[in-house]
């Protein structure tokens, strides 16, 4: 075939460049849906205290920052950082409150409130959670044009991470910010890293 | 073409073209794709030389990815500079392919403005078009025949066929799809 008879082919008709529809955004939202409907709510008069709106705002956050970073890397030559920040200010802040919350526990109930009951199975079901949404960001990615696909796999990843977390989040009953810092970012790193290790072998087109 | 004679001179006389081509100019988009394939076939053959049989499949495979992917471009951001990124991408993906880890260490994100060189010649591949049509699903080789090969519009190929304006587009954006997967093969 000559390039030129394939440049007749492809400009024939062409018409404007397609937009990138945010389709792919709400195949990701549908998945965290169902995660969500997979668990029981919390008990309704937890809402009255802090602690669900905390992880729901962090989770809600991260995964806000991380849609953009994934949307970034989703083209060729991505421009990272603002995007990049944002993921890094909202990891920052939380950390920095449950630093703060723990350092206002009395020092004999800082274990306690750090591990709460629920600390190993957590980061676990955060990563168990995140797998519809991460499979649904891969396959959006995948339908673009990443050209980093190590680093993609990882922001994908964090999305569907916070995506699970704000899951779980309905219906864990942990309280203490300090457990939300640790357990929830550890689960939600986890399904990053599953993201970065296979963004090389999906996300190749 | 002389109105490209430097990289710099290529870039301010594309950017104008690619706009114009993102927003429907189906002239603007086909200069836009000869002057790209110059560029690219001068960029691989200096990458490629160990596989100069390849390297004008390699032009037509980043064409095509160009092509589908065109609605990711960035307009902060110099074309050849998303141009070559895609170009490098299906470079490092041949090399993958055919096993080979080396020559992949270069800044991904660096414009290499002296590999913008255009090499304006009538490139050949080896595969054929024809051949690889006959590989789609019949609904998709026809939408593309239809529309890409013969020309007609959406609505005549619609009419011809019974199928709706909006089956005939998908069709043909899923047939490029495949055709982009086949000649990875």
Same mark, same amino acid.
């Given at each position: 075939?000559?390039?030129?008879?394939?440049?007749?082919?492809?400009?024939?008709?062409?018409?404007?460049?397609?937009?990138?529809?945010?389709?792919?955004?709400?195949?990701?939202?549908?998945?965290?849906?169902?995660?969500?409907?997979?668990?029981?709510?919390?008990?309704?008069?937890?809402?009255?205290?802090?602690?669900?709106?905390?992880?729901?705002?962090?989770?809600?956050?991260?995964?806000?920052?991380?849609?953009?970073?994934?949307?970034?890397?989703?083209?060729?030559?991505?421009?990272?950082?603002?995007?990049?920040?944002?993921?890094?200010?909202?990891?920052?802040?939380?950390?920095?409150?449950?630093?703060?919350?723990?350092?206002?526990?009395?020092?004999?109930?800082?274990?306690?409130?750090?591990?709460?009951?629920?600390?190993?199975?957590?980061?676990?079901?955060?990563?168990?959670?995140?797998?519809?949404?991460?499979?649904?960001?891969?396959?959006?990615?995948?339908?673009?044009?990443?050209?980093?696909?190590?680093?993609?796999?990882?922001?994908?990843?964090?999305?569907?991470?916070?995506?699970?977390?704000?899951?779980?989040?309905?219906?864990?009953?942990?309280?203490?910010?300090?457990?939300?810092?640790?357990?929830?970012?550890?689960?939600?790193?986890?399904?990053?890293?599953?993201?970065?290790?296979?963004?090389?072998?999906?996300?190749?087109? | 073409? %002389?109105? !490209?004679?430097?990289?710099?001179?290529? *870039? =301010?006389? #594309?950017? &104008?073209?690619?706009? $114009?081509?993102?927003?429907?100019?189906?002239?603007?988009?086909?200069?836009?794709?000869?002057?790209?394939?110059?560029?690219?076939?001068?960029?691989?053959?200096?990458?490629?030389?160990?596989? %100069?049989? !390849?390297?004008?499949?390699?032009?037509? *495979? =980043?064409? #095509?990815? &160009?092509?589908?992917? $065109?609605?990711t471009y960035d307009p902060a951001l110099p074309v050849s500079a998303w141009v070559l990124a895609i170009a490098r991408h299906k470079l490092v993906d041949l090399?993958?392919?055919?096993?080979?880890?080396?020559?992949?260490?270069?800044?991904?994100?660096?414009?290499?403005?002296?590999? &913008?060189?255009?090499?304006?010649?009538?490139?050949?591949?080896?595969?054929?078009?024809?051949?690889?049509?006959?590989?789609?699903?019949?609904?998709?080789?026809?939408?593309?025949?239809?529309?890409?090969?013969?020309?007609?519009?959406?609505?005549?190929?619609?009419?011809?066929?019974?199928?709706?304006?909006?089956?005939?587009?998908?069709?043909?954006?899923?047939?490029?799809?495949?055709?982009?997967?086949?000649?990875?093969?």
């Amino acid at each position: 075939m000559k390039t030129a008879t394939l440049i007749d082919l492809l400009a024939r008709g062409a018409g404007p460049a397609p937009r990138l529809v945010p389709a792919a955004l709400a195949g990701v939202l549908l998945s965290a849906a169902l995660a969500l409907a997979v668990l029981g709510p919390v008990p309704a008069a937890m809402f009255a205290t802090p602690a669900p709106w905390l992880k729901l705002l962090y989770t809600g956050a991260l995964a806000v920052a991380a849609g953009w970073l994934a949307a970034r890397l989703a083209r060729p030559l991505p421009r990272l950082q603002r995007p990049r920040a944002a993921v890094l200010a909202v990891l920052g802040a939380m950390a920095l409150l449950g630093g703060l919350a723990l350092l206002a526990t009395a020092p004999g109930e800082r274990l306690v409130a750090l591990m709460g009951h629920s600390a190993l199975a957590c980061p676990w079901n955060v990563a168990a959670l995140s797998l519809p949404a991460l499979a649904a960001a891969l396959w959006a990615l995948r339908g673009l044009a990443p050209t980093r696909p190590r680093a993609a796999g990882f922001a994908a990843g964090l999305l569907a991470g916070a995506l699970g977390a704000l899951g779980y989040a309905l219906s864990c009953v942990e309280s203490s910010p300090a457990f939300v810092a640790v357990w929830y970012t550890l689960g939600m790193l986890l399904a990053a890293l599953l993201g970065a290790a296979l963004g090389p072998r999906v996300l190749r087109w | 073409m %002389p109105e !490209d004679a430097s990289p710099n001179d290529f *870039e =301010t006389g #594309l950017k &104008l073209l690619w706009l $114009r081509a993102q927003a429907g100019d189906e002239a603007a988009y086909r200069v836009c794709l000869e002057r790209i394939a110059a560029r690219l076939r001068g960029y691989l053959r200096r990458r490629m030389q160990s596989l %100069p049989d !390849d390297v004008e499949d390699l032009v037509q *495979e =980043t064409l #095509l990815a &160009l092509h589908l992917q $065109r609605g990711t471009y960035d307009p902060a951001l110099p074309v050849s500079a998303w141009v070559l990124a895609i170009a490098r991408h299906k470079l490092v993906d041949l090399w993958r392919r055919r096993g080979r880890r080396d020559d992949l260490h270069d800044a991904l994100d660096e414009v290499d403005e002296s590999a &913008l060189a255009a090499v304006a010649e009538d490139g050949q591949a080896r595969r054929d078009l024809d051949k690889l049509l006959l590989e789609l699903p019949e609904a998709q080789r026809l939408a593309i025949v239809l529309t890409k090969v013969e020309g007609l519009s959406v609505a005549e190929a619609s009419q011809r066929t019974g199928a709706s304006a909006s089956a005939i587009k998908v069709q043909v954006h899923r047939g490029l799809k495949r055709l982009a997967r086949l000649v990875r093969e």
